[in-house]
């Protein structure tokens, strides 16, 4: 069993900071992709930002120069460093990974879609 679990949401200022996290717990797995996706009300969910393993990163063009995705593979972790938010940014933030689950047991082993509860994002203007 893995879960992703983030954390760091809140109500921030309009052009103020602010950083997401999310680490993978569980048992015999390795974490490949990671991504941050959001959904504002009445919208439908959107990528933000991904990283694979090796550190290459992709962003929405909405929130290029303004973002930044990074990871640590050893804590199974990855964060979202939200600069000079705007009031587009008032989402909630999903943390998802695809990981290979059953690591040395060859009849479990798997690539799996995982997905954190999501954390509450708001801007205030």
């Known amino acids: 069993h893995v879960q992703l679990v983030e954390s760091g949401g809140g109500l921030v200022q309009a052009g103020g900071s602010l950083t997401l996290s999310c680490a993978a717990s569980g048992s015999k797995f390795m974490v490949n992709t990671m991504a941050w996706h959001r959904q504002a009300p009445g919208k439908a969910r959107e990528l933000v930002a991904k990283?694979?393993?090796?550190?290459?990163?992709t962003y929405a063009d909405s929130v290029k120069g303004r973002f930044t995705i990074s990871r640590d593979n050893e804590k199974n972790t990855v964060d979202l460093q939200m600069n000079a938010v705007k009031s587009d940014d008032t989402a909630v933030y999903y943390c998802?990974?695809?990981?290979?689950?059953?690591?040395?047991?060859?009849?479990?082993?798997?690539?799996?879609?995982?997905w954190g509860q999501g954390t509450q994002v708001t801007v205030s203007s």
């Open positions: 990283i694979t393993r090796g550190g290459e990163t």
């Open positions: 998802y990974a695809f990981i290979l689950v059953g690591l040395g047991i060859e009849e479990e082993a798997a690539m799996n879609d995982y």
